[in-house]
């Protein structure tokens, strides 16, 4: 019977792939890659190839949701199925897993480095401290979704972080950048009067977190809508109540204005 | 002026570690490393100074948090902070490279693999829906903190998973284990009777995540009291609601009961 491995990639390039996931991947018969829901920042998919010594086949959303291309390989021998991130983020891949071990085929899972832990350490804000994280969608004409802004919300108004995801159009070549989820934020605060984002609100944007081109920059919605945080991926952090460790790394690490870390504001 | 770089190591073992990383130690003119919080599971420090042909100042816990042992170091030439897992999970790694970047030191991160997000991927639990972790301490004689437990209860509340971190004590070689974890939320339901955990509540178990020996598991209290995860590290989930994908996941991964998966149980 055959093998699947899901291959976490992580956030950066090819030499941040660890020796025990080469000598998977070189070993395996063939290799299928899901490059619409995140990508490597550092390498292509083609430098990825090279490594590995053979061609990864790259999947459609339709092949990995619905079809069983991935399944039928795996049953003829070792298949490798990768990802940027970690593997496990996206409940299809894991629906993947389910679907393959009812097949019988033996499955392995070589966890990769996550925005979800990656972009906390980046701005040296603790993991402990984030609550739930979102997605922020592009806006579609007649559809602005609120529930991200109201599990935000729901998380700042307990003192918790939150991660906030950009939607991502590979098909298109769209990614939504830190300036327009600055945006949308300022938007859903008009739309819902909570009084979260406000002039001296800090907002936290991160972008290619784990590359060679990793920037991080925290401020007041003013600064950060016209932040030039260079092309994707990027993500927000809506902090919420700060530890003075987390409010000084802001403003060393990040640029935040030095008056978040006095005493009075903590 | 000097170099310090902060490597996460990740979970697994020294073949787990990114050609990057391995180049960046043996290019360091020394190597500290802080293992009291956590621990690599597939390897030993000694495995490590083998695959970086130098050896590897052991740092306790006074010499990271009060002393300017690495400071100092880095002040003289390239210096790395290993530690297993992602280096900035902890406040006083974000407080050491604060102290840095104060001295005119340069400062690089190098993201690991960490169980906030490798333990929901093992599990098949979506990363989304986790709220705040928490840490369970051991119990100290007169003095049983039960906000651990009201901060799971807020999470369950709203339908959100929650990772339980355990308690490390290395200086004793006293890991807490799964076991001890579920016999204290039972013990703090008892005290605070918010009937949360019930006979019929589902826990889970990750003992070894990112290990050739990582092992899974979930189910009613009563298996998951005896459960042998085997050797540290161990952590527990407690789920909140679970999409049915989840539900799915862990009757397959983790072998929990299948009538968590029936559709009138979600």
Same mark, same amino acid.
């Given at each position: 019977?055959?093998? &699947? +491995?899901?291959v976490?990639?992580?956030l950066?390039?090819v030499d941040?792939?660890s /020796?025990? %996931?080469? *000598?998977?991947l070189?070993?395996?018969?063939q290799v299928f890659?899901?490059?619409y829901?995140?990508?490597? +920042?550092?390498?292509t998919?083609d430098d &990825?190839?090279? @490594?590995i010594g053979k061609?990864?086949? *790259?999947?459609?959303r339709?092949?990995v949701?619905?079809?069983?291309t991935v +399944?039928?390989?795996a049953?003829?021998?070792?298949v490798?199925f990768v990802t940027?991130?970690? %593997?496990?983020?996206?409940?299809? $891949? =894991?629906?993947l ?9 033996q499955?392995t @899972?070589l966890y990769? =480095?996550? +925005?979800?832990?990656?972009c906390?350490s /980046? ?5 402990y401290?984030?609550?739930r994280? =979102?997605t922020?969608?592009?806006p579609?004409?007649?559809y ?5 802004f109201?599990?935000?919300? !729901?998380n700042?108004? *307990?003192?918790? $972080?939150?991660l @906030?995801?950009?939607? #991502?159009r !590979?098909e ?5 950048t830190?300036?327009? /989820?600055?945006?949308?934020l ?10 979260? #984002?406000?002039?001296?609100t #800090? ?6 977190v784990g590359s060679r081109? !990793?920037?991080v ?5 003013s600064k950060?809508l016209?932040?030039d945080?260079g092309p994707p991926l $990027?993500a @927000?952090v =809506?902090?919420g109540?700060? $530890?003075?460790?987390e409010a000084y790394a802001?403003v060393?690490?990040a640029?935040a204005?030095e008056?978040?870390a006095?005493?009075q504001?903590?």
């Open positions: 019977m055959g093998e &699947l +491995i899901f976490g990639l992580g950066g390039g941040d792939l /020796a025990r %996931t080469v *000598r998977a070189k070993e395996c018969d890659g899901e490059f829901t995140s990508k490597l +920042i550092d390498s998919p &990825l190839e090279k @490594v061609s990864i086949v *790259r999947l459609k339709r092949e949701e619905e079809e069983e +399944i039928e390989a049953k003829m021998g070792k490798a940027a991130g970690d %593997t496990m983020a996206a409940t299809t $891949h =894991v629906d897993k389910i679907r393959a071990m009812e097949e019988g085929i499955t @899972v990769g =480095v996550s +925005i979800f832990t990656a906390a /980046a701005l040296g804000l603790q993991p401290k984030f609550g994280a =979102v922020i969608p592009f579609e004409p007649g602005t979704p609120l529930s991200p109201e599990n935000i919300y !729901e700042w108004s *307990r003192g918790l $972080h939150t @906030v995801l950009l939607d #991502i !590979e298109e070549g769209r990614y939504m830190a300036n327009q /989820a600055v945006k949308w300022i938007d859903a605060e008009k739309a819902k009067g909570l009084g979260m #984002i406000t002039e001296s #800090i907002i936290c944007a991160a972008a290619r081109t !990793e920037k920059s925290a401020g007041y919605p950060m016209d932040e945080m $990027h @927000v =809506v902090p109540k700060l $530890h003075f460790v802001l060393k690490f640029g204005p008056e978040i006095d005493d504001n903590l």
